[in-house]
């Protein structure tokens, strides 16, 4: 330990530091220095100590990192005020003038064997400071092995004692610096940490809340889920029998409009008798539909299960239902027309240079008006099995035909060579499956002569 003597003798700051190096060791420098000045001295104000400024450094060479100043006088940017004194019952430091005379604190160093008990007090506080920051100080084990060798040398070599002790005091002052900048770091770090883990805790709280929310939420939704479920299953048992009302009805329509179809085909050349064998495809037709409803009644319970599992499965039902609209309305649609081709003027009958499309300009019915006068052009309204029948008259002086055509594809045709009668008649017929706007339009072979 040093001791620190006040000087009452006003000097400037140069002044103070070359008498202290005179007659004693040097101006005071140093935190523990000025912590360990007698209380009998700490209460003199405004003294000088060794701490002046390029940088800011001590008199005597040691590292200055701490900093105490009295941040009510203290003006670092006053280029005048490089040296420091003491205020405040010497706890607290603000720069001055270096030329002002003020009393000053000088520090000598002991005898050999107080400077030994220093060293071995500071030992054992390095050691002490050293396992509270283990983890942090690995990096200065080395640094602990040289200050045992000196201290040893110390030890062995009294005559230049004070040369190493100066340098050992040096190097554990940094140490001490260094140490301190640790324990502030690992202090830090706890509060750092501590803080990280309150705000975590937070967060934890705020995921806790937020899935309580949604178990709660989760609940009301399946009750929900099953509300509507249940409602979907009286629906579609409701459905089920609409569905099965509305077989019995169509079956009933079918009847009926069997029987307008024997009355129209009474009326009617016997070319169009083929027309009950649509409609007797048409109720295979129906008969299969009534056979998939059955099937769907069946497969009731299998339906009901994949309702369970999920909603998206209700959206086969309404696929099921526009189906069976659409059904009811082909079911329902009547399409039949007679056309024949009346010659007058603009009226094209042949002969034909190209494939001209013949125009039946004198329609007899047109059921569900998908035959166009206009153009000659049939076009489906709804998908189906359609019957056609046609027929071509020409005098012997020319051949005569001609050709049945969907969506611009020869279908058939009719064919009469020159002959020795004074005219010849040709038919044909055909059942052709169509598409919804698909057409069917007749037209003559080419070079042809009028029909």
């Known amino acids: 330990m040093k001791d620190s003597v006040s000087i009452q003798e ?20 140093g935190l523990s220095q000025l912590e360990n000045l007698p209380n009998d001295i700490k209460s003199e104000n405004k003294s000088w100590i060794g701490l002046f400024r390029d940088t ?15 941040l009510y006088s203290f003006k670092d940017n006053e280029e ?11 706890l607290k430091w603000r720069s001055g003038n270096c030329s002002e005379k003020k009393p000053f604190f000088c520090y000598n160093v002991p005898d050999l064997s107080n400077a030994i008990k220093d060293l071995e007090r500071l030992k054992l506080q390095t050691k002490k400071e050293f396992k509270d920051a ?24 009294k005559e230049i004692i004070s040369e190493n002790v100066s340098q050992i005091e040096k190097k554990l002052h940094t140490t001490e610096s260094q140490l301190r900048d640790k324990k502030t770091k690992l202090e830090n770090l706890e509060v750092e940490t501590a803080a990280a883990f309150s705000e975590t805790q937070k967060v934890l709280n705020v995921y806790k809340n937020e899935l309580s929310y949604l178990n709660t939420t989760a609940q009301e939704l399946e009750g929900k889920i099953e509300a509507r479920l249940d ?6 048992e409701a459905n089920l029998k609409t569905i099965q009302n509305s077989s019995e009805a169509l079956d009933a329509k079918l009847n009926e409009q069997n029987a307008e179809v024997r009355d129209f085909k009474e009326q009617t050349e016997s070319k169009f008798r083929t027309v009950d064998e649509r409609l007797k495809t048409q109720n295979t037709v129906v008969d299969k539909h009534k056979a998939a409803i059955d099937t769907l009644k069946s497969n009731d319970e299998g339906i009901k299960q994949r309702l369970e599992l999920t909603e998206k499965k209700s959206v086969e039902l309404n696929t099921l239902t526009v189906e069976v609209n659409s059904l009811k309305a082909e079911v329902n649609t ?30 007899f019915s047109n059921i569900g008006n998908a035959y166009n006068s206009k153009t000659g052009i049939f076009t489906a309204p709804v998908k189906g099995v359609y019957y056609f029948s046609f027929m071509t008259f020409g005098y012997n002086s020319h051949t005569s035909g001609a050709i ?4 611009g594809h020869y279908q058939v045709s009719t064919w009469e060579f020159k002959g020795l009668d004074a005219s010849d008649t040709t038919s044909n017929t055909v059942i052709l499956e169509l598409n919804v706007r698909e057409t069917v339009n007749i037209i003559l ?7």
């Open 445 to 451: 072979w080419r070079a042809i002569s009028q029909m």
């Open 134 to 157: 283990k983890t942090q100080l690995e990096n200065h084990k080395e640094d602990i092995d040289s200050l045992k060798r000196e201290v040893q040398e110390l030890v062995k070599h």
């Open 80 to 90: 005048t005020k490089k040296c420091a004194m003491t205020v405040s019952d010497g």
């Open 404 to 407: 049945l055509v969907k969506n």
């Open 334 to 363: 009547k399409v039949a027309f007679s056309a024949t081709v009346i010659e007058s003027n603009g009226v094209f009958t042949g002969p034909a240079t190209t494939h001209n499309i013949l125009i039946f300009n004198q329609v």
């Open 56 to 70: 800011w450094r001590w008199s005597d060479g040691r590292n200055f990192s701490f900093r105490n100043w009295d």
């Open 10 to 29: 006003e000097m400037n700051w140069t002044q103070a530091q070359n008498y202290c190096r005179q007659y004693h060791t040097d101006l005071v420098s």
């Open 231 to 236: 409602a979907t299953k009286t629906e579609l």
